[in-house]
């Protein structure tokens, strides 16, 4: 793919995270709802345009190695740092007994901590509440295992094997919600098997882009996300019951064919928006992993400005349900989730440059 078409890439990623950030936000139902019809199938897709055909072990191997690299290594190291964190942010106020993603947390023991550890090394859970949506690196983790295992099944096929895996992946996705019991392991997989296809889509799709991307596809694209969002009157996301995933799936691939579509658009007429969205889309874990946390800081400055008890700070992911004169306390909520883990990412890469000068001359 040429550097005009990753840059296009790294602005449909930008976009995506931007609304996932403001779908968190507690940000207007009807906003909420249309971010939910694409925007975590779009990152799973623009991860595959960029896959290479796996025709051996050692390709798969390399693969493999680049998924640890780049999914489990970065999941461990940010779920051990907010783990060793977590009795600090107890005493002061981030979490507390009251509040929280399921109800409210307390101290950790330490074998409390050693119990947490061991399911972020080995099964990619336990991870705190604060980096909530780490689902998604799980997820894409399976994804890519599951794809390099049948891709060495399938590694006779000699044409449109990937086409192949698309269809069985999203027809296995269907099977285990039907079928399969409720525990956590089959929600991963089948998170995982939806997962792939998104991401074997955009392998294959991105080959047939002279059909979708203009702006005939980008019409019809919309009219089916038009169609979608008055379809889905409660809303819906990839989580969906095995009834509801293939209009899901229409919806989402529809959302991120239009979001790539838009993002070349922007690159080309508004050239001075892409600096800064190259920089958000080349940042999105940062993002990811750090919105959770400064909306806490957010709420603090919400519970100061309208007298509200500081304990509702811990409320996951903001503070819900409460009077306030302003409605819009949402966009401060989204500008600061994105913003603010930024400059804390550069911050951080200021200081350790100046401390590499410093002492690794010596």
């Not at 981030?94 to 509040?99: A, D, F, G, L, W």
């Not at 119990?115 to 949506?133: A, N, P, Q, V």
């Not at 750090?290 to 992911?317: K, W």
Request: proline share 3%.
């Amino acid at each position: 793919m040429g550097k005009n078409n990753c840059n296009s890439i790294t602005i449909a990623k930008a976009i995506g995270i931007i609304l996932m950030v403001v779908g968190h936000s507690g940000c207007p139902q009807m906003l909420s709802k249309f971010i939910y019809l694409f925007h975590m199938p779009l990152f799973f897709f623009c991860s595959g345009i960029f896959f290479s055909e796996l025709n051996g072990h050692k390709a798969a191997i390399q693969f493999l190695k680049k998924r640890i690299k780049g999914l489990y290594v970065p999941f461990v190291k940010w779920s051990v740092l907010f783990l060793l964190l977590h009795n600090l942010l107890m005493s002061v106020g981030i979490y507390n007994t009251s509040y929280g993603y399921e109800g409210g947390s307390s101290y950790y023991t330490l074998s409390e901590m050693v119990h947490k550890l061991i399911g972020i090394l080995f099964t990619m859970h336990d991870y705190e509440e604060l980096l909530g949506g780490f689902w998604f690196i799980r997820a894409l983790f399976v994804s890519s295992i599951l794809i390099v295992v049948f891709s060495l099944l399938l590694k006779s096929v000699s044409k449109y094997k990937y086409e192949i895996l698309c269809v069985f992946f999203l027809i296995i996705t269907i099977v285990i919600r039907r079928f399969a019991p409720d525990p956590e392991f089959w929600r991963d997989i089948s998170m995982g098997t939806f997962g792939a296809f998104f991401y074997m889509s955009g392998y294959f799709l991105m080959q047939y882009r002279h059909y979708w991307h203009n702006i005939t596809g980008a019409i019809f694209c919309l009219i089916t996300m038009i169609v979608s969002f008055c379809h889905f009157k409660d809303g819906i996301s990839m989580g969906c019951g095995y009834n509801k995933v293939i209009p899901f799936t229409f919806s989402a691939l529809s959302g991120t064919l239009l979001t790539i579509y838009f993002s070349k658009q922007l690159e080309i007429r508004m050239p001075f928006l892409t600096r800064s969205l190259y920089y958000i889309g080349n940042h999105t874990l940062e993002i990811l992993a750090l919105h959770f946390l400064v909306f806490r800081f957010v709420s603090y400055l919400f519970t100061i400005i309208y007298g509200i008890d500081v304990v509702h700070v811990a409320e996951h992911p903001v503070i819900k349900d409460i009077v306030c004169p302003s409605g819009y306390w949402w966009i401060i909520y989204s500008v600061a989730g994105i913003v603010i883990p930024l400059l804390l990412n550069r911050m951080w890469k200021n200081i350790v440059n100046k401390m590499w000068k410093i002492y690794g001359k010596s």
